[in-house]
């Protein structure tokens, strides 16, 4: 089965996890339900959510559950996080070490020509990735979650941008003193 299908009752596992005899106690998911927010990624929310709608009404009408409207009362799409993207004039992504930054045009090592340069979806094959955990060992989780936090709303693309940051640590530098 697809993995949306699998995670589409996850929601109604939490109210009774300990549970051993059945999938969850029916007064347990009924005192719980319907979740006030839905928290998911705009790639991944459209179908966790149609298979949760699906499941909450077929799970009803075994009796299982006595939720007939929606299993949420409110949605909150988080969209994605955009890395900075080179790219060759021909359209063939660069890894980060493959370009120039030092001047005011990202230049190709290896060509000396311009790159292109924008923001898009991360992803490995477009090398636009960013490791977290080196993030935090260089500014701190703190400073790193307070620039995510003031960077973008969570339902606006978020331009990871590193050289931002400073902002954000200089503040938390000020309040630590």
């Known amino acids: 089965m697809d993995t949306f299908v699998d995670s589409s009752w996850y929601f109604l596992r939490f109210c009774d996890p300990e549970n051993t005899e059945k999938i969850f106690s029916k007064a347990r998911v009924n005192s719980w339900m319907p979740v006030d927010v839905y928290v998911g990624g705009v790639e991944h929310a459209i179908l966790h959510l149609l298979y949760s709608r699906f499941i ?14 929606e299993p949420f009362k409110r949605l909150l799409v988080q969209e994605m ?16 070490h493959e370009v120039d930054t030092s001047g005011k045009v990202p230049i190709i090592k290896a060509t000396g020509k311009p790159a292109q340069i924008f923001f898009e979806k991360m992803s490995k094959s477009k090398h636009n990735g960013v490791d977290p955990l080196s993030i ?10 307070l620039f995510i936090l003031f960077k973008a709303p969570p339902e606006a693309v978020l331009d990871w941008d590193e050289k931002a940051i400073v902002g954000q640590e200089r503040w938390i530098q000020r309040l630590w003193r």
């Not at 909450?56 to 409207?69: I, P, Q, R, Y």
């Not at 996080?81 to 980060?96: A, I, M, Q, R």
């Open 136 to 145: 935090v060992a260089k500014h701190g989780a703190d400073t790193t979650r």
């Open 56 to 69: 909450t009404k077929f799970l009803n009408s075994e009796g299982l559950l006595d939720v007939t409207a």
């Open 81 to 96: 996080v955009h890395g900075k993207t080179y790219k060759t004039p021909e359209g063939k992504y660069l890894k980060h």
